[in-house]
């Protein structure tokens, strides 16, 4: 049986797809505790709220800034619902559960609210809007000392199964895993639903759209609240991970920061997501490592240049992302190993599409 | 069509639509009527021992105009500074679609320039700056003139080089501009150092004025950037309504192809337009830092400033930056003066409060049109 290239492509991709789930999955028996603790986990976490930011620019053609700011909003309230202590915030010091609960829903309202305000504009103008948004919340949470303040919330708990982090690094590991591999799986369902495939008409023609009578703006939001309720999950797990959120978590800086991850990983896929995580956080913690560069004045606290010349990069030569350059490659080989099998199979010259070589067989 | 028209069930849907339609205009002119009504006549002022329940600073105008009229200066001369950066960041915009987020780094680097020289004139640095005393006022003018020149040829070699040969490619100008802005922000930490810094002002200028109108004595420096906000918008609209350049940009802005096309060499005006815009985010840095102060982060909120600005505005509209300023400049000054004592840290929400409305009524901003 000869498999056509379309089916050995897919093979291929369902192949890595299932080595990487291994992996991750054997994680805590390949990697160190370092390895888990402080870069897997967060690369998972991370890499779901790049997800949300992937899925509305992929999918909605909405480049959004927000992601951080509502990841935040998650993050703040469940701090303030079940944290008891802190000089600031509200101190309530409710069941964790309870705490993840609000901390969701509200999440994910405030994403319908801001959805809802900037469903109307779409491409720059959402970037811009969205950007206004993050720096507000961040502001917000630096001033208002009713919920955070600038030293932030400190010792949210984690629910039982959990337990303390630095004790059972593992288990939040697992629950980051299975959070990042659901997230997939829902979007990428999602996508293939009528919503989905509406919403990717809105992305390619609004006016189109519009006027076949679909609502635009109600499919922007919805998508909106959605990716904030991504957003709002890894909120959740950055909270746990860290124990502690403050204004700085949602900076400006760490706004980019995301956007950098989603564009170097590619905003057009969704696994690049991970991806882009994990360069980040890898060049993030091993940067100190490299040979040379302190030399040339880059140290670790210059860590920002250091990204910033990749994602420069990045934008200059690949406006796909790592994603978009694996791409190409996997094209590159696959009219390599075509044009041999072309050669063997069918020596009368082919006059169809690349993509019709291996019609024949 | 009228026996369509007069189906219960049309008329019923239409009649939703016009509530629908006509609710959020009644909610938010009621909310302009309330917040002019609780300014003009109703705030509590906090007693002597500070303040309780919904007692703010000031207390209203009618009760206190002095400190009124002083809160309506801070949000005009606020958003006189506002306007000098936004109308360059909406000047680009508007000629070329380009979303200039290196635009905060602009302004930050610019008022570092200033700083560094007009310490390098006066000669005399100290860990805690310089006094105004020792500031003559061309060591405040030239400094902040030069950081403009300087940020002008910065935008212009930004432009040639790194967004000149992907135009029309939005999203990945402004991916451009943010990795520049990045790149920017990083190295000025490392050369500048972590620390809030400001530019003198000249002893000419550091000093109260009496206003003579309800006992206000105000201060000249922000007066001076209001008279310097207000120069520079006249110098802009008269560039842009008068001369042949002025002329090429406003044509540039309605349609560029077609401006091409008849022979003008659209290319110059783009490095005209961008040379500008960027002049007028370092020369806002220099206004910027002696007015509040340059620092890690300065960047970030200048950025957020513009952006506001040109989003309420409408994009690429100078008067429309005009108007953006001046409502977010009295909105920020008057909310954190006028709620309650122990809110005021609630400002911020107003703020994006604007935004919305803002957007919820007209997306491209209130003098904006579709591109």
């Known amino acids: ?361 | 069509l009228s026996a369509v028209e007069t189906a219960p069930e049309v008329r019923r849907q239409i009649a939703l639509a016009r509530v629908a339609r006509y609710t959020p205009w009644a909610l938010s002119a009621g909310a302009v009527v309330l917040a002019f009504l609780w300014i003009g006549f109703l705030a509590p002022a906090c007693g002597a021992n500070g303040c309780v329940g919904t007692q703010t600073n000031f207390g209203s105008a009618v009760h206190d105009p002095q400190d009124f009229l002083a809160t309506l200066l801070d949000g005009v001369t606020a958003a006189g500074v506002y306007f000098v950066v936004a109308s360059g960041f909406t000047l680009i915009f508007g000629l070329m679609r380009v979303v200039n987020m290196a635009h905060g780094v602009f302004f930050l680097l610019g008022g570092y320039i200033a700083l560094k020289l007009q310490r390098a004139f006066v000669g005399q640095d100290s860990a805690f700056g310089l006094l105004s005393s020792q500031v003559h006022f061309w060591q405040w003018l030239v400094p902040s003139l030069i950081a403009a020149v300087c940020i002008a040829i910065l935008g212009v070699g930004t432009q040639q080089i790194f967004l000149r040969w992907n135009q029309g490619q939005d999203l990945r100008q402004a991916l451009i501009t943010i990795a520049i802005a990045i790149i920017a922000a990083d190295q000025m930490v490392a050369h500048f150092g972590a620390f809030a810094e400001d530019i003198a002002w000249p002893g000419v200028l550091d000093r109260r004025l009496n206003l003579h109108v309800a006992g206000v004595h105000y201060t000249l420096t922000r007066l001076f950037i209001l008279a310097v906000a207000v120069g520079i918008g006249l110098a802009l609209w008269l560039w842009l309504k008068k001369t042949r350049t002025g002329m090429v940009i406003r044509a540039g802005v309605d349609d560029r192809q077609m401006v091409s096309a008849l022979g003008v060499n659209i290319q110059l005006t783009f490095a005209i337009a961008f040379a500008v815009g960027s002049a007028l985010a370092g020369f806002g840095g220099a206004l910027g830092g002696s007015f509040a102060s340059l620092g890690p982060g300065v960047d970030g909120n200048w950025l957020l400033y513009s952006l506001v600005v040109v989003i309420i505005g409408g994009m690429g509209s100078l008067g429309g930056a005009a108007v953006g300023a001046l409502l977010l400049g009295l909105v920020s000054n008057f909310s954190s003066a006028y709620l309650p004592g122990n809110y005021t840290f609630y400002s911020i929400i107003f703020t994006f409060v604007l935004l919305a409305v803002v957007l919820a009524f007209r997306p491209l901003g209130l003098f904006g049109r579709p591109a």
């Open chain 1, 1 to 361: 049986v000869r498999l056509t290239s379309q089916e050995l492509k897919r093979a291929f991709q369902v192949a890595i797809a299932l080595g990487v789930l291994v992996l991750a999955a054997l994680g805590p028996l390949i990697f160190n505790t370092y390895w888990i603790s402080f870069i897997l986990t967060q690369v998972f976490l991370v890499g779901v709220a790049a997800a949300s930011l992937i899925f509305l620019s992929a999918y909605g053609g909405m480049v959004s800034l927000a992601q951080v700011a509502l990841y935040g909003i998650a993050g703040f309230v469940l701090g303030n619902v079940v944290t008891t202590g802190n000089s600031k915030g509200l101190n309530l010091g409710w069941n964790p559960w309870l705490g993840v609960l609000l901390g969701i829903v509200i999440a994910t309202a405030v994403a319908f609210l801001f959805g809802a305000l900037a469903s109307r504009s779409a491409g720059i103008y959402f970037l811009m809007i969205t950007l206004t948004y993050a720096v507000i919340a961040n502001l917000f949470f630096g001033q208002v000392t009713t919920f955070s303040g600038f030293g932030g919330i400190s010792g949210v708990r984690t629910p039982g199964f959990i337990g303390q982090v630095d004790v059972h690094p593992n288990r939040l590991y697992y629950v980051s895993l299975v959070v990042a591999v659901v997230v997939y799986a829902a979007i990428r369902y999602l996508v293939r639903t009528p919503f989905g495939i509406t919403l990717q008409g809105v992305r390619d023609d609004p006016v189109r759209m519009s006027s076949l009578g679909y609502n635009v703006p109600l499919h922007r939001m919805v998508a909106f609240g959605f990716a904030g309720f991504i957003a709002s999950l890894a909120g959740v797990l950055f909270v746990w991970w860290n124990g502690h959120i403050d204004p700085a978590s949602i900076d400006l800086s760490a706004t980019i920061d995301l956007l950098v991850i989603a564009v170097i990983g590619g905003l057009y896929r969704l696994e690049g997501a991970w991806l882009g995580a994990f360069v980040f956080v890898l060049i993030n913690n091993y940067i100190r490592s490299v040979p040379g560069l302190g030399h040339i004045g880059i140290t670790e606290e210059r860590f920002h240049t250091v990204i910033g010349v990749i994602f420069l990069a990045i934008v200059l030569l690949s406006p796909g992302g790592l994603m978009g350059i694996l791409g190409k490659a996997g094209e590159v080989i696959e009219r390599l190993v075509q044009g041999r099998r072309g050669v063997a199979a069918t020596p009368a010259p082919s006059a169809g599409t690349p993509s019709s070589g291996s019609g024949p067989d």
